[in-house]
């Protein structure tokens, strides 16, 4: 079954404790992103990867990385978590743009930070 | 940059009735307009989706139009059923200074009554 996977998909955590979460997708997909979701903000984009060992920033880089070792996973890491990266977190797949900007998403992670 | 303003935020209508949900952007560049629906608890799911060479795109119950030189887009939903009911999410892809990045509107909650 072609899908996107996330784990864990909840994670309550303290400041400052360093986490990793991670996403894989089976489709053979170029392109990955990730993006956080927040009541009456809708999706942003935190960064994105065109394909293995390119990445670049989104909208909302800030206080996160990511790594694109291989074409199926791309991690997203938080070094340092504060509060304010409390949200609900996606990752996505496509193709490469512009073939198409389609999106696959899995299933969420929801982060707190306390 | 790219900005994408989604009206309403909330949207409540009858059963059978038509909903209407618009989204207004910000580069002439941008030449890709998708809408995802996302019900609650589950992720984010493409529906439609517009580029820049097309007026009206339809599929059964839902289109989508764009007005270019306006910058603006719609959903449009007719005959509008309880399974209807979620949040949508007008997105923008495209865009000059950031060819390969999404940008999301911040939603719509619609709520279908029987």
């Known amino acids: 079954e072609a899908q996107v996977t996330q784990n864990p998909r909840y994670l309550i955590t303290v400041t400052g404790k360093k986490l990793t979460v991670t996403c894989s997708q089976n489709?053979?997909?170029?392109?990955m992103s990730w993006y956080r979701q927040d009541p009456g903000l809708g999706l942003r984009q935190i960064y994105y990867?065109?394909?293995?060992?390119?990445?670049d920033k989104g909208d909302v880089p800030e206080g996160y990385k990511v790594s694109r070792k291989e074409k199926r996973n791309f991690p997203l890491i938080l070094e340092s978590p504060s509060p304010n990266q409390t949200s609900l977190y996606f990752c996505?797949?496509?193709?490469?743009?512009?073939?198409?900007?389609?999106?696959?998403f899995g299933p969420g992670t929801r982060l707190t930070v306390t | 940059g790219e900005n994408v303003e989604q009206h309403p935020s909330t949207l409540s209508v009858q059963e059978g009735d038509s909903a209407v949900i618009k989204c207004t952007y910000s580069d002439s560049a941008s030449n890709y307009f998708p809408w995802y629906k996302q019900e609650l608890g589950k992720r984010p799911q493409l529906i439609i989706d517009i580029r820049s060479n097309v007026g009206e795109k339809k599929d059964q119950r839902i289109a989508v139009t764009l007005n270019k030189t306006a910058k603006h887009f719609s959903l449009h939903i007719t005959e509008t059923q309880p399974e209807d009911s979620a949040v949508y999410f007008c997105?923008?892809?495209?865009?000059?200074?950031?060819?390969?990045?999404?940008?999301f509107g911040a939603g719509t909650r619609l709520a279908v009554h029987p």
């Open positions: 489709m053979n997909h170029e392109y």
């Open positions: 996505a797949s496509s193709r490469t743009p512009p073939d198409t900007y389609e999106q696959y």
């Open positions: 990867s065109m394909n293995v060992e390119v990445t």
């Open positions: 997105a923008v892809g495209g865009m000059s200074g950031g060819y390969n990045k999404l940008i």
